[in-house]
T-cell receptor, first 114, second 110 residues
């Protein structure tokens, strides 16, 4: 079975632009979570979606938004990019919502904002 | 104070040695606990969940102390392949958040 896939793998954007990152979960997984990881830090929780609804949101500004589609894939959108948004964006899928299941991560999208 | 704190290391340890990591968390409402492993420029992968009674998986042993709000990971007979960053993760189910420590870097030397 395929693991979690993310696209694109790398992206370079300029300040003020917007970006859309995509994630496909493992087949049978209904929950998708998004994280931001900067070098030397652990992942920071952005969103959790389950059954197409937002179930949890981390401490990120409204410039960050996401959605989940009927096939459980997900998009993360970031508007008005700032230099500080440069990071590795990780998507993780799990069978259920919440914080008790193992999370399976995709390889990430490395975003550079110049 | 960070919600989940870990010693960043690096821990430089000879092959075959035993190494222990600790992690403290601040939210007493935390309900789930994990150790993940992250290799350089790779995604995190679950090493083990941590249960109140403690649990062991081969050379790895995890302990949870709810009263003192810390989690530990013990690696016995360390291998070169154990070199990685070990991330402590704490879950608060009320807001669906997993809170991650910054990780402890482990380097096993031959």
């Amino acid at each position: 079975d395929a693991g979690v896939t993310q696209s694109p793998t790398h992206l370079i954007k300029t300040r003020g632009q917007h970006v859309t990152l995509r994630c496909s979960p493992i087949s049978g997984h209904k929950s998708v979570s998004w994280y931001q990881q900067v070098l030397g830090q652990g992942p920071q929780f952005i969103f959790q979606y389950y059954e197409k609804e937002e179930r949890g949101r981390g401490n990120f500004p409204d410039r960050f938004s996401a959605r989940q589609f009927p096939n459980y894939s997900s998009e993360l959108n970031v508007n008005a990019l700032l230099l500080g948004d440069s990071a590795l964006y990780l998507c993780a899928s799990s069978r259920r919502q919440g914080v008790f299941d193992e999370q399976y991560f995709g390889p990430g999208t490395r975003l550079t904002v110049t | 104070r960070k919600e989940v704190e870990q010693d960043p290391g690096p821990f430089n340890v000879p092959e075959g040695a035993t190494v222990a990591f600790n992690c403290t968390y601040s939210n007493s409402a935390s309900q789930s606990f994990f150790w993940y492993r992250q290799d350089c420029r790779k995604e995190p992968k679950l090493l083990m969940s941590v249960y109140s009674s403690g649990n062991e998986d081969g050379r790895f042993t995890a302990q949870l102390n709810r009263a003192s709000q810390y989690i530990s990971l013990l690696i016995r007979d360390s291998k070169l392949s154990d070199s990685a960053t070990y991330l402590c993760v704490v879950g608060v189910d009320s807001n669906y958040q997993l809170i991650w420590g910054a990780g402890t870097k482990l380097i096993i030397k031959p």
